[in-house]
């Protein structure tokens, strides 16, 4: 039998062997054996392992994508590794502010290329960077532990996400403790408000109540809005007598204290996402015990950090949810930066006079800049938690710190 007879014979008698019963296969394999004079345990494994012709793919109909250009992949790439890695409706949100910049700090982009990127859909931009998300791709563990103090006076709040007003406030602490929470070591303290999405963070050492009363004071001091409600977890870095009376106790404008619901997280919804985009993608779950980055950290967060993601950075708002029998329907706003929301406001809010200001401050500033500062002053801070031996080196270089 030549090659190619045995390989058509193969085939026949693949097929009906892999169709057949216990019994019936015992009868196949004694007739192939016999006709090909092979092994029979050879055959078996032929048999078992035949691949079977399968017509060639035919190309996807119609014309090619537009979009599928060197050029067009290289921009949308720039941009959205820069905005750290938004979702493809928050990239096809930023887009028409970033665009500029991009020709101010790089090059120009063909007219061509503009029009296309300005016209892209959110699907075209999922199926043009699937490929590379991939690459970019943590877990830790919770360190909320409970304080008793108080709770009983703090009321339970549930129902922040339909906050329009600015000067809504949650609260939650993130640990750079890696995979111990034994000793001292640096902890982020992260505020976003509800109703723009502007966030503050701050650096503190240890957990201490009396670090987390001095940071949550002078954020106050730096919102574009007066402080009129804060939300927090159940732990005792939240719930003691500095901040409650700080909160409540007050000859102007007491601010309204809740907190939420014991392991529960998705009352503190807004800051739980907060703490991964704006926190744990840049830093990741390393241990930083060296108390001299707090005040690095500090003085990135009360700079490039803040104009980066408050006035470049956008997000999507829930403007109502409804169930439809057994399924929740929710809808959302167009994405928009937290600056975009603040100048929305009304003006008996966020004054006239403070919109002014942060909008000739918004024109001094480019996001590739302030993304370039930043990754210098994290791979400064990553050489000190290095200089303690509790962080991998490749964590001191910048790509690997923001993108795991």
Known sequence: MSPQSLIEYTEVIAKRYKRACYNTKKEILDEYCQVTGLHRKHCIRKLNNFKFFQKPKKNKRGRKSIYNQPSVIKVLKKIWLTANLPCSIL?????????????KTFEPIDPNTLNLIEKISTATIDRILKPIRPRFNKKGRSCTKPGSLLRHQIPIGTDQWNQFIPGFLEADTVHHCD???????????????????????????GKGEHGV?????????????????FDSDNGGEFINDHLFKYM???KNNPVQFTRSRPYKKNDNAHIEQKNWTHVRQW??????DNPVMVPLLNELYKSEW???????????KLIDK????????????????????VMEADSSIVPDAKK????????????????????????????????????NSEATNPKNALHG
């Open 91 to 103: 990239l096809k949100g930023l887009l028409p502010h970033w665009l500029p910049y991009y020709a």
């Open 179 to 205: 995979d111990t929470t034994a000793g001292q070591y640096v902890i982020t303290v992260n505020y976003t408000d509800l109703a723009t999405g502007w966030t503050e963070q701050r650096a503190v050492w």
């Open 213 to 229: 009363f001095k940071q949550t004071e002078d954020v106050e001091h730096s919102l574009p809005f007066a402080l009129l409600g």
């Open 248 to 250: 409540t106790v007050r």
């Open 283 to 288: 830093f990741g779950y390393n241990r930083f």
């Open 306 to 316: 803040n104009l980066y993601h408050n006035f470049f950075i956008p997000s999507v």
């Open 322 to 341: 409804k169930r439809d029998h057994s399924k929740i329907v929710k809808k959302y706003d167009q994405p928009k930066t937290p600056y975009q929301r």
């Open 356 to 391: 002014e200001q942060l909008r000739m401050l918004k024109e001094s500033l480019n996001p590739f800049e302030l993304r370039a500062a930043i990754e210098i002053k994290i791979a400064k801070a990553m050489r000190h938690a290095y200089l303690t031996g509790n962080i």
